[in-house]
């Protein structure tokens, strides 16, 4: 009966896509994106529910910036200007709704999100970010004018050729971002460990634990909020820095709504609050992800599953539903998530 | 008693003058719909001195408290703490300039051990500073100082075997007294407990209470409220009595357990019956 069920499924090809995709440069984006997340929402409980807005600014910050050629067009400058358009989005989202309860946080984040994407898309912006067509524009993409040919190729030290080994092989170029990108997942990370075992650290958990206490222990609650949305913002938008550089184009569909929820989905399963929890988060994202649609096809494909229940092109969206039932299960067996700790868990609480 | 005070010497009239007011509050009302909260004409708290206010459930004390510290803001008055005008001004502001509060729902930080909880409490501390954050040399040395000094507190407020524990598994009286700890840690000029006693365990309210009495002999200033009348009687120099908002009186523990209208409008006749023994 088991031999049967297996027979018809590839499990190699199933485990080395999933794998493959797991350590990927995508896997990399989300993992940038939670550790920023994870500051805000881990460890100082500011509910944002737009942490795509801060990815969108700091790509379209860069492919602006690039495009435009200001200041020469510098690649590391774009970069930057990413950077400086995240702490712009931080302040628009803070000064305003952090003095306020928690709520008012979320929804700004939310409508922030979703003004800066439809702004993008519109026709007036059309010259500066390309609309619905994104950056750059279509005929610099075909001619190779891109952001991401200069640090993708330009700069790549590694020669030519495929490498790795079984079905986790990568050419020159992805390997590159990959290396790229998780630099910057370290970095990140090792920056959020060396705040949070500080001084710092401690005011931005009591934060979390309790407003009222800080204040009284002579704390500027405000201020504190706003530097941890300053510097979640900017770990954030290297995750859109980094997603631009692999595509080699921005454009306002990389930014719907539906990213920010992955992202949650990324911290909540890793476990918020610990270190090492968006970046376990981002990789069991994308193998369970990955997995399950794998498996899905193959059993459609070999007749396990027949067509009318479930068709190729439904996949896609039947993994997001294994997804939710997957995150629900956690939630009752390990509600600090992969490897938050229990007692510092936030889902249980209040 | 602190011998700079002559306690006596004060009129036991209320809102009558003091010596040394470390803090002062004028004409201050805070309303909520048709009820007043807080109406006070004039109130000094002497500086130096252990000062209790008592009053019914509801009679607004912590009400007043939250307005003097910021928490809450009063349709009208002023207050003065220290010579400076604090009025208007952001919690924080108000405890940095030395006046830190206790709550009386407990507010211990649930998922931070109770030595983090202790070692928040310290003030002007560098590493606190997102610039000094990430250079531990800029900010070893003073954590050190402030580790000594939240363990010794610890010690006193019998928390030291806790304190690794999460401050989530303390039981309500252990949080009192964390909380009251973790406030002593700032080193306040002026501290405010709202029924710092309330649920601790009678063998430890002796200690407490000691501990309480110690402070002011070091100078700093103890405003509280409480309803346990043995502890008021046995630890306060000076006692202000509210009910509805009001102050119906004020005098030292004598003077208030005599006072007609104190025991008329506010003690319950079997309270009225202990004080008399005192
Ligand atoms: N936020 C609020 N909204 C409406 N009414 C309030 C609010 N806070 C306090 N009150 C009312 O103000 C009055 C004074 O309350 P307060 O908490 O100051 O009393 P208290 O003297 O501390 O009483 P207790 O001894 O029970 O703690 C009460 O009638 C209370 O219902
Ligand atoms: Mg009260």
């Known amino acids: ?350 | 008693m602190s011998d700079s005070a002559p306690l006596n010497s004060f009129p036991a009239e209320i809102g009558s003058s003091k010596p040394d007011p470390i803090l002062t509050v004028d004409d201050m009302v805070r309303t909520f719909g048709g009820l007043r909260a807080v109406d006070i004409n004039h109130l000094e708290v002497q500086r130096g001195i252990i000062t209790a206010f008592i009053g019914p459930n509801g009679a607004g004390k912590t009400t007043l408290f939250n307005l003097i510290t910021g928490f809450d803001k009063p349709d009208s008055g002023s207050w003065v703490f220290d010579d400076a005008s604090i009025g208007g001004k952001a919690p924080h502001i108000i405890a940095q300039a030395g006046m830190v509060r206790t709550f009386q729902l407990t507010k211990s930080l649930a998922k931070m051990t109770v030595l983090d909880n202790m070692l928040l409490g310290a003030s002007n501390q560098r590493g606190e500073r997102l610039r000094y954050a990430l250079v531990p040399t800029q900010w070893k040395k003073q954590e050190r100082q402030v580790l000594e000094k939240a363990e010794d507190l610890l010690d006193r407020f019998n928390l030291a075997h806790m304190r690794d524990e999460y401050a989530a598994t303390l039981s309500g009286g252990q949080r009192k007294l964390l909380e009251m700890a973790r406030a002593l840690m700032s080193e306040p000029r002026l501290i405010l407990l709202d029924e710092p006693m309330a649920g601790v365990n009678p063998a430890l309210v002796e200690s407490l209470l000691q501990h309480i009495e110690n402070l002011r002999d070091e100078g700093v200033s103890v405003l509280f409220i409480e309803h346990d009348m043995d502890v008021i009687m046995g630890i306060s120099d000076w006692i202000v009595v509210l009910a509805e908002g009001r102050i119906i009186a004020e005098g030292t523990p004598s003077e208030v357990s005599k006072n007609p209208a104190v025991i008329d409008a506010y003690l319950g006749s079997s309270i009225a019956e202990e004080l008399k023994d005192v």
């Open chain 1, 1 to 350: 009966m088991i031999m049967n069920l297996l027979a018809g499924i590839d499990i190699s090809k199933l485990l080395g896509l999933a794998l493959r995709t797991s350590i990927g440069v995508q896997s990399a984006v989300f993992a940038l994106a939670a550790v920023g997340l994870n500051l805000h929402y881990g460890y100082t409980g500011l509910l944002n529910f737009g942490v795509v807005a801060f990815m969108a600014a700091g790509a379209y910050g860069m492919a602006i910036f690039f495009t435009q050629g200001w200041l020469g067009g510098s690649i590391l400058l774009a970069i930057a200007a990413g950077l400086v358009f995240a702490v712009g989005i931080a302040l628009s989202i803070g000064l305003p709704s952090l003095r306020l309860r928690a709520d008012y946080l979320a929804i700004t984040t939310i409508a922030i999100a979703e003004v800066l994407r439809i702004s993008f898309r519109s026709q007036r912006l059309l010259d500066l970010t390309g609309g619905p067509f994104g950056l750059p524009s279509i005929e610099d993409r075909n001619a190779e004018v891109s952001f991401s040919e200069i640090i993708t190729v330009d700069w790549n030290p590694i020669n030519d050729g495929i490498y790795g080994f079984w079905r986790l092989r990568f050419d020159e170029q992805t390997l590159w971002v990959m290396i790229l990108g998780w630099t910057l997942v370290l970095l990140s990370t090792l920056l959020i460990w060396g705040l949070m075992r500080s001084p710092w650290g401690r005011v931005i958990k009591a934060i979390r634990e309790d407003e009222d206490a800080a204040r009284a222990l002579g704390k500027n609650v405000f201020s504190y909020k706003l530097q941890s949305l300053i510097i979640g913002g900017m770990i954030a938008s290297l995750a859109g820095v980094t997603r631009a550089m692999n595509t080699g184009f921005v454009e306002t569909q990389q930014f719907k709504p539906q990213t920010t929820f992955f992202i949650w989905t990324v911290l909540i399963l890793g476990g918020a609050a610990s270190i090492w929890g968006p970046v376990i988060g981002a990789m069991a994202f994308w193998f369970i992800i990955i997995f399950v649609e794998e498996l899905l096809r193959q059993m459609v494909d070999s007749g396990w599953v027949p067509e009318a229940v479930l068709a190729s092109n439904d996949i896609a969206s039947v993994r997001m539903i294994m997804m939710g039932v997957m995150l629900g299960v956690l939630m009752i067996w390990r509600p600090q998530g992969l490897v938050g700790k229990k007692e510092e868990a936030q889902i249980d609480v209040r």
